[in-house]
């Protein structure tokens, strides 16, 4: 999980592993899940297209 806000420097990622949750706060760890969601937001279907894309996945079950 990335958590922003309006404050980049309180950002958080949260990691789940074997051992519980392992907590990111370095600003290169953090830049890097940036780049990363930053890349997954510009790939994604925007909200009515993901809508539509779900409608025709579950009627062609």
Do not use: W
């Not at 949260?14 to 290169?28: C, K, N, T």
């Amino acid at each position: 999980m990335y958590a922003e806000g309006p404050t980049p420097e309180l950002g958080t990622v949260q990691l789940d592993a074997e051992h519980g949750s392992v907590f990111l706060h370095a600003d290169l760890q953090l830049q890097k899940y940036r780049t990363f969601m930053q890349y997954f937001e510009a790939v994604a279907l925007k909200e009515p297209e993901s809508r539509d894309f779900i409608r025709d996945f579950i009627s062609n079950l």
